[in-house]
Nanobody
Framework: QVQLVESGGGLVQAGGSLSLSCAASRRTFSRYVMGWFRQAPGKERDFVAYSAWSGGSTYYADSVKGRFTISRDNAKNTVYLQMNSLKPEDTAVYYC???????????????WGQGTQVTVSS
């Protein structure tokens, strides 16, 4: 079992930046692919980015490519999402997730955090 706790959400103006963190409970953190997803009201949960086990491989949704950066610190069991040049359409609840295989589908991830709200005002 892996417990994930996100932090760092909030309200920011368009063009601003926010940094999210997700702390994991397991010391085997490095064995998991870590992903970020988001869900806006009335919409499905969408993939944002993932970081492979060692952090050497990352992948982003087209909608955030060039603006968001995922990183991880395996020594601290923590994954981060740096979000720059935020847009109102980035407003959503952001979730971190842990899984065993690389993928962009929510069903490929086994453990989920509780989510943190990000609101971008225009």
């Amino acid at each position: 079992q892996v417990q994930l706790v996100e932090s760092g959400g909030g309200l920011v103006q368009a063009g601003g930046s926010l940094s999210l963190s997700c702390a994991a409970s397991r010391r085997t953190f490095s064995r998991y692919v870590m992903g970020w997803f988001r869900q806006a009201p009335g919409k499905e949960r969408d993939f944002v980015a993932y970081s492979a086990w060692s952090g050497g491989s990352t992948y982003y949704a087209d909608s955030v490519k060039g603006r968001f950066t995922i990183s991880r610190d395996n020594a601290k069991n923590t994954v981060y999402l740096q979000m720059n040049s935020l847009k109102p359409e980035d407003t959503a609840v952001y979730y971190c997730a842990a899984g065993r295989i690389l993928g962009v589908a929510a069903t490929q991830y086994d453990y989920w955090g509780q989510g943190t709200q990000v609101t971008v005002s225009s």
